[in-house]
């Protein structure tokens, strides 16, 4: 599976943008899908996971009620809509593929449990 994330960019604080997270290779329309993000000199980061029915979403607590994780498996691609951007947003945003048959947050939230990564999309928010 390649994954590649677009979308990223600079932006005001206050503003929004839309990453998306396209697939080829194969089809991860039966996957989980999670995006992490990853600030210069710091950890990557979870950010948000969807199962693969779109029925359930899990978000890490800084972004909650701000971004919404979203796809589309005729299209094989994930977005992530991100509302009301802060400074502290800012960094590469990388999605990744989960094929774990569970959506559980006991380890969504950790970047280990992940299979396939994409290259990164950079996103800056100025204040």
């Known amino acids: 599976v390649q994954l590649q994330a677009s979308g990223g960019g600079l932006v005001q604080a206050g503003g929004s943008l839309r990453l998306s997270c396209a697939a080829s290779g194969r089809t991860v329309s039966s996957y989980i899908m999670g995006w992490f993000r990853q600030a210069p000199g710091k950890e990557r980061e979870f950010v948000a996971a969807?199962?693969?029915?779109?029925?359930?979403?899990y978000y890490a607590d800084s972004v909650k009620g701000r971004f919404t994780v979203s796809r589309d498996n005729a299209k094989n691609t994930v977005y992530l809509q991100m509302n009301s951007l802060k400074p502290e947003d800012t960094a590469v945003y990388s999605c990744?593929?989960?094929?774990?048959?569970?959506?559980?947050?006991?380890?969504?939230?950790?970047?280990?449990?992940?299979?396939?990564w994409g290259q990164g999309t950079l996103v800056t928010v100025s204040s």
């Open positions: 990744a593929v989960n094929r774990r048959t569970s959506f559980s947050s006991s380890y969504l939230n950790t970047h280990t449990s992940y299979d396939y």
């Open positions: 969807i199962n693969w029915s779109a029925s359930n979403t």
